[in-house]
């Protein structure tokens, strides 16, 4: 996959894609549906994004909502076999752009598009002005395609991301997996912490969850690929998701503790599948009851993880 941070510049070679368009928060099972649809043109498959979220962007001291980062999402557009992915950058210039200018300048001029694909209530330019009604209306003038993805329900319920927060907030991942077609995955950096883990004989490879949507805090059996270093591949562990009110810690991080592993994961970067959710947080009569309620933690953990 091809990843381009500006709609200006490109190659022949990187334009006149397929293109589905949209903020793809989760890439989930309705998000899915429209990348599908874009590919069915037989052209190569683009992805036209935001980065960061126009939300993020117009309410920057809102509470942390994205279900993915912008390395996670990368991650899973690159597994659904998108040939070029353009990751524009959402600022005052694009907030301000009215959406002909945004079809004129950025889709037809820069990206060159063929086709582009579109749920139903998609939303775009400069106060939301533009609809499927304006994309279909220059799509004439222009002589590029247009499709739009009807949004997709299960057991009656539609898919989006605020349905998949709700579920990851009650503790319920296995369902958020049912809306988004996959686990729910926090990526990101190992970063160095207080190294208690270690102490205590359960090390521990520590995340930051800044920006992003916090889960029913409390402990999870999870699945780890670390995606570099000398230690690639695929794992399974138990993380502890909270502030460790043991210790007076008041700033949300993930914790994991990987089953059989040994070796020095700072600086790599991980991608924590949340699978089951244990318990929530709890503080204990001492480090004694902490450790061995870790053990139940890992055992329960490794029971879990045998079926999945």
């Not at 899973?76 to 600022?91: A, I, N, W």
């Not at 993930?254 to 089951?276: K, M, N, P, R, W």
Request: charged letters at 20%; aromatic letters at 8%; proline letters at 5%.
């Amino acid at each position: 996959m091809r990843t381009h941070f500006h709609w200006t510049g490109l190659s022949e070679a990187d334009r006149g894609a397929s293109v589905a368009m949209g903020n793809f928060d989760g890439v989930h099972l309705g998000h899915q549906a429209v990348i599908d649809q874009a590919r069915r043109s037989g052209l190569p498959l683009g992805i036209v994004t935001f980065e960061p979220h126009p939300r993020e962007y117009f309410a920057p001291d809102s509470p942390p909502f994205r279900l993915m980062n912008a390395e996670a999402r990368m991650h899973r557009l690159e597994k659904l076999g998108v040939d070029q992915l353009y990751q524009l950058p959402f600022d005052a210039r694009l907030a301000g752009m009215e959406a002909d200018r945004f079809i004129d300048e950025v889709l037809v001029a820069g990206l060159g598009i063929a086709h582009v694909t579109v749920g139903a209530d998609f939303r775009f330019g400069k106060g939301r002005g533009g609809d499927v009604a304006t994309l279909q209306s220059a799509a004439k003038r222009h002589g590029f395609g247009v499709t739009v993805a009807q949004l997709i329900r299960i057991d009656g319920v539609e898919i989006s991301s605020t349905a998949i927060r709700k579920a990851l907030s009650d503790g319920r991942p296995r369902d958020a997996a049912r809306m988004l077609g996959h686990w729910h995955r926090i990526e990101g950096e190992v970063l160095h912490g207080d190294k208690r883990g270690r102490d205590l004989g359960f090390p521990t490879a520590n995340m930051g969850l800044n920006g992003l949507h916090l889960p029913r805090l409390g402990v999870y059996a999870v699945k780890v690929d670390v995606l570099t270093g000398p230690h690639a591949g695929s794992y399974r562990g138990v993380a502890s998701l909270g502030v460790r009110p043991m210790f007076g810690s008041n700033q949300p991080n993930l914790e994991t503790y990987i089953f059989d592993f040994s070796g020095d994961l700072y600086g790599q970067h991980l991608s924590v599948a949340l699978i089951d959710f244990l318990r929530p947080e709890m503080t204990f009569d001492g480090i004694p009851a902490l450790v061995e309620q870790m053990r139940r933690d890992c055992e329960a953990a490794r029971a879990i993880l045998a079926s999945v």
